[in-house]
Structure formats: C-alpha cells, structure tokens
T-cell receptor
Framework: EAGVVQSPRYKIIEKKQPVAFWCNPI?????LYWYRQNLGQGPELLIR????????DSQLPKDRFSAERLKGVDSTLKIQPAELGDSAVYLC??????????FGDGTRLSIL | RKEVEQDPGPFNVPEGATVAFNCTYS??????FFWYRQDCRKEPKLLMS???SGNEDGRFTAQLNRASQYISLLIRDSKLSDSATYLC??????????FGKGTSLLVTP
C-alpha cells in the first residue's frame, strides 16, 4: 500500500514569495490533516478535512495560509506571502475517519 | 502551559541499557494516548498505543496513569537503531493529535 505522498520534499524561497505544498493521501482515507512542525517541537495541527470539507481550521493563520481539497482526495496548502517565521516542516497525514493517522515525509520549508 | 509535556532530554545511553521516558498531559478528558517515533528528517510513525492496563511490545512497555495524567515508555536492552525522537501524543474525543516536544534518544556503542 502506498503511503502518504508529499511534494516537494524541500523548498527554499525568499520572504514575501508564495509557496505551495501538495499532498496525496493513502487511497480510501477520507480524513486529511496538515500539520506544521517547528524545530525542536512536536507537530501542530493547521487544518483537517473530512472529504472535501475543512472541518477544523482554527489553527490556520488565515491571513496568509490557505488550503483546499477540491475533489476530496489530493490537497494543497499555500502560503502567500511567506514570512521568515514560516520556516518549518509541513506534514500531511491521512486516516480513515478517526482511525490512526499516517504521515507523509513532509515538506521542509526554508525562508531566506 | 502546553497540553503535553515531556522530559527535555536528550538521553544518551549505551547499547543494552534500559531507558524510560515520561510524559504528562493537562486535559483530563483526553481519551487516547500514543507514543510516536520520529527519525531525523523523517515523518512521525506510530510506535504503540498506551492503555490503562499497560501494554508491551517486545522491548517496549508503555503505561498510563489516568489519575496522575502521566504516561511512560520503557525501552529495555536498547539497540543502536532505537536512536530517534520519541513523541508523546494525546488525543481527545476529536480527531486532533496533541504532540509533546519529543525526547531525543541516542544509543551509543
């Protein structure tokens, strides 16, 4: 079974530039999560989707972050404009409803 | 105060040693508890769930004390391959996982 696939693996951009991350969840998993993990910290939830609906986005900084999961499968997370403090690893996870979550390798974002 | 607090670490132990990690959580309504393992530059992976009765998986033993809101992980006969960051994770009635900062373990020859 293929795991959660994320791309790109690494991204380096200058501040104020836009950036987007892509996630393909495990086939059949209806729930998709985006987490952010800062250096030396555990992951923190940004947004959760049930199929194509964002059901928990309370921790998503909505002034610059946006996400979508148009067909209830793949998802993209966008930051525009990026700030220095956005440097982190962005992890996508998926699950079948409230079953254990499986994580992708993450996208490591560096802002110059 | 963070919802999940862990030993700061890092723990440096020789091969074969026994090492224990502790974790406390603040939300008494928490329902599920886990230990995840995260290797350097890799994603977190579920190591084991933690049950009130305590549970064991090979060299790993996890325990939960709901009254004290305390979770532990014991690793016996440490191997070099056990070197990683161990994340204590707590879940409420919802879907979100609340992670601790993680405790770094380095097992040396």
């Amino acid at each position: 079974e293929a795991g959660v696939v994320q791309s790109p693996r690494y991204k380096i951009i200058e501040k104020k530039q836009p950036v987007a991350f892509w996630c393909n969840p495990i086939s059949g998993h209806n729930t998709l999560y985006w987490y952010r993990q800062n250096l030396g910290q555990g992951p923190e939830l940004l947004i959760r989707y049930e199929n194509e609906e964002a059901v928990d986005d309370s921790q998503l900084p909505k002034d610059r972050f946006s996400a979508e999961r148009l067909k209830g499968v793949d998802s993209t997370l966008k930051i525009q404009p990026a700030e220095l403090g956005d440097s982190a690893v962005y992890l996508c996870a998926s699950s079948l409803s409230n079953q254990p979550q499986h994580f992708g390798d993450g996208t490591r974002l560096s802002i110059l | 105060r963070k919802e999940v607090e862990q030993d700061p670490g890092p723990f440096n132990v020789p091969e074969g040693a026994t090492v224990a990690f502790n974790c406390t959580y603040s939300n008494s309504a928490s329902q599920s508890f886990f230990w995840y393992r995260q290797d350097c530059r890799k994603e977190p992976k579920l190591l084991m769930s933690v049950y009130s009765s305590g549970n064991e998986d090979g060299r790993f033993t996890a325990q939960l004390n709901r009254a004290s809101q305390y979770i532990s992980l014991l690793i016996r006969d440490s191997k070099l391959s056990d070197s990683a960051t161990y994340l204590c994770v707590v879940k409420g009635s919802g879907y979100a996982l609340n992670f601790g900062k993680g405790t770094s373990l380095l097992v040396t020859p």
